[in-house]
């Protein structure tokens, strides 16, 4: 069985960072393409940033300049360094990640269970 856990989340100023971290574990064969989505309430969830070992990385206008999305390969963990945090970043973060496993003979996608973070102004 194949699990993501996120880590990371918490209450910080504006201005201020944070620094998620996403950990895949179980019975893995290889990872793909690794995700940050958020959701704020009320809202849709959105694409905030991916990492791909070919085409590298892409974020959404609204976090470009500010976050950084990376990863681990030897820990399967992907990260989200959070700078210059707004209050409208509010929103529970879940990482998501396309990953084959043991069992399964294709990729599939994974989710995380969310990670709370708050912006205050």
């Known amino acids: 069985q194949v699990q993501l856990v996120e880590s990371g989340g918490g209450l910080v100023q504006a201005g201020g960072s944070l620094r998620l971290s996403c950990a895949a574990s179980?019975?893995?064969?290889?990872?793909?393409?690794m995700r940050w989505y958020r959701q704020a309430p009320g809202k849709q969830r959105e694409l905030v940033a991916a990492i791909s070992p070919i085409s590298g990385t892409n974020y959404a206008d609204s976090v470009k300049g500010r976050f950084t999305i990376s990863r681990d390969n030897a820990k399967n963990t992907v990260y989200l360094q959070m700078n210059s945090l707004k209050p409208e970043d509010t929103a529970v973060y879940y990482c998501n990640a396309d990953i084959w496993a043991v069992t399964v003979s294709k990729f599939i996608v994974y989710w995380g269970q969310g990670t709370q973070v708050t912006v205050s102004s």
């Open positions: 179980g019975s893995i064969v290889s990872i793909n393409v």
